[in-house]
């Protein structure tokens, strides 16, 4: 049974107001009510944006929200890939936030159809709290990731807000998940990640970590 948040987000009417206006307030709303995640949002973009030849995923891409800053400096053979599982997402995405590094791809972010070693930057922003079993999909971010490559994670984090029982049913209700504080830096450091860091604000979390150079 799909939850109510993944049938919002293949609803082609959905898809094209979440860019412009679902999203900003959702996301403000992670830092209830403060700046903290905007700010930090800003930071990321300008860093997505530095020059460079890198290969960068976007796993659960939606409409291409970070499309353009992800692509803006990629120099050489480098290039931006979008997946989302969402036609009307995907839809929205090649509508809007088109490029010429740019291209988009429908697929299971469980089993995404890239070799090994495949990106620099793996990236998964706003969306794995959306994902049924999300875990397993960290796995793949870190197998398709070469060595040395980041992986950069935006999503919720359990609080003393989010701990609540009434935000808890809530976000059962909607199909959102609240990881626990620690959930994905443990996940991610199994793996054998390096330099696992997290950055905390209000009930979302910013997790950057690193594949080694070798296993």
């Excluded at 291409?64 to 890939?81: K, M, P």
């Excluded at 599982?85 to 995405?93: D, H, I, K, P, V």
């Excluded at 922003?125 to 197998?143: F, G, K, Q, S, T």
């Excluded at 398709?144 to 994670?153: M, N």
């Amino acid at each position: 049974m799909t939850s109510f948040a993944q049938r919002m987000m293949g609803n082609p009417a959905f898809s094209q107001i979440y860019e412009q206006l679902w999203r900003p307030v959702f996301t403000r709303g992670f830092s209830l009510g403060g700046s903290e995640t905007a700010d930090y949002d800003r930071a990321l973009r300008a860093y997505l944006a530095r020059p460079g030849q890198r290969r960068v995923l976007d796993v659960a891409c939606g409409p291409g929200n970070y499309s353009d800053d992800a692509s803006r400096g990629l120099t050489g053979d480098g290039g931006y890939v979008g997946i989302d599982f969402s036609e009307a997402m995907l839809t929205q995405a090649q509508l809007r936030n088109p490029g010429e590094r740019v291209a988009y791809v429908r697929g299971d972010a469980h089993h995404l159809p890239f070799p090994d070693c495949s990106f620099d930057t793996v990236l998964c922003l706003a969306a794995l709290y959306l994902i049924p079993d999300p875990l397993p999909v960290l796995d793949e971010m870190v197998r398709v990731a070469r060595p040395g490559g980041e992986l950069i994670v935006f999503t919720s984090v359990r609080s003393s807000v989010a701990s609540l029982p009434g935000a808890a049913a809530l976000a059962g209700l909607s199909g959102l998940r609240i990881f626990g504080r620690r959930e994905l830096l443990d996940r991610l450091e199994s793996l054998g990640c390096e330099h696992v860091e997290q950055t905390v604000a209000g009930v979302g979390q910013y997790v950057h970590a690193r594949r080694p150079l070798a296993q």
